[in-house]
């Protein structure tokens, strides 16, 4: 399977600021999706990008908080805007391969944020 | 929508024993069911999945059993060793929202040596 790279790997970021995730893919890929994992809790999907189009962004997640970019099919941005303690989390991009609903979904590390 | 929901949260076994655990599903469409495996500080893995035409898949020590009508799958880990121990998640899939996975609450699983 293709491999996935995520970084930064860890940040600490001061309440206001942005900071923009970068996930890299070795192939092409279609669909790239970007998940939160808040401490000790499950994944929770925030958007779906795919190269060429806007993002689709889940209920509760609004591209003004989470902007994503796609330039390419090995490529990703998410950047966490306005920063708040409550943004703490590992923020995941993940790529499926195979069938569309059915191929199999593949994370990166992950990157662990925490907001003071 | 899809509901996933996971059982126990946490499971402690002690070595060489099997650990279950089990998930349910609302959505009878999803047709696709993961299984990852999240050791601390890295992302989650990929160990077993399932798709719908079939009942049972199994890989060495693992195994996932998946019954449709009663919408419920299972992570069945036998001979368990230290190694084992970490959160396991399962999903299911959203059909036809270009491969969405909706995922359980995890289970935290200890292998006791």
């Known amino acids: 399977s293709a491999v996935i790279s995520q970084k930064p790997s860890r940040d600490i970021c001061q309440r206001g600021t942005s900071l923009t995730i970068q996930c890299q893919v070795d192939s092409q890929v279609t669909m790239m999706f970007w998940y939160r994992q808040q401490p000790g809790q499950s994944l929770t999907l925030i958007a779906t990008?795919?190269?060429?189009?806007?993002?689709?962004?889940e209920s509760g997640f609004v591209i003004d908080k989470f902007p994503i970019s796609r330039p390419n099919l090995t490529f990703s941005t998410l950047t966490v805007s306005n920063m708040s303690p409550e943004d703490s989390s590992i923020y995941l991009c993940s790529f499926r391969q195979g069938p569309l609903d059915t191929g199999e979904l593949f994370f990166g590390e992950g990157s662990r944020l925490t907001v003071l | 929508g899809e509901n996933v929901e996971q059982h126990p949260s946490t499971l402690s076994v002690q070595e060489g024993d099997s650990a279950v655990i089990k998930c349910t599903y609302s959505d009878s469409a999803s047709n696709y069911f993961p299984w990852y495996k999240q050791e601390l500080g890295k992302g989650p893995q990929l160990i077993i999945d399932?798709?719908?035409?079939?009942g049972e898949k199994k890989d060495q020590r693992i195994a996932v059993t998946l019954n449709k009508t009663a919408k419920h799958f299972s992570l069945h880990i036998t001979e368990t060793q230290p190694e084992d121990s970490a959160v396991y998640f399962c999903a299911a899939n959203v059909y036809n929202q270009g491969g969405k996975l909706i995922f359980g609450q995890g289970t935290e699983l200890s292998v006791k040596p």
């Open positions: 399932i798709r719908s035409n079939v």
């Open positions: 990008a795919n190269q060429g189009s806007e993002a689709t962004y």
